[in-house]
């Protein structure tokens, strides 16, 4: 799973990663999340979370990462 939200996450949260193969799975993706919400960004399989945005930039605050995430590049 590559991302979670809903009902079974606090308020508007947004949980990246959160039951993802973190070693040797790379993955390029834009998601589509609630309150128009769109992500998007490349994880290398490494760690590293590379041109990674969030639009509208007011949902930045509700994005966390699980796991996986051990440096965020945004672009």
Same mark, same amino acid.
């Given at each position: 799973?590559?991302?979670? #939200? ?5 308020? !508007? ?13 790379? @993955? ?13 960004? #490349?994880?290398?399989? !490494?760690?590293?979370?590379? !041109? ?5 930039? #007011? ?9 996986? @995430?051990?440096? @965020?590049?945004?672009?």
């Amino acid at each position: 799973m590559l991302m979670h #939200s809903g009902a079974t996450v606090a308020g !508007n949260e947004i949980v990246l990663f959160p039951a993802w193969p973190c070693d040797d799975w790379a @993955v390029a993706f834009t998601l589509h999340a609630p309150h128009q919400t769109k992500i998007k960004g #490349s994880y290398d399989g !490494n760690g590293t979370l590379s !041109n990674f945005s969030v639009t509208p930039a #007011s949902r930045k605050q509700d994005v966390t990462f699980a796991g996986c @995430v051990k440096a @965020v590049v945004w672009q």
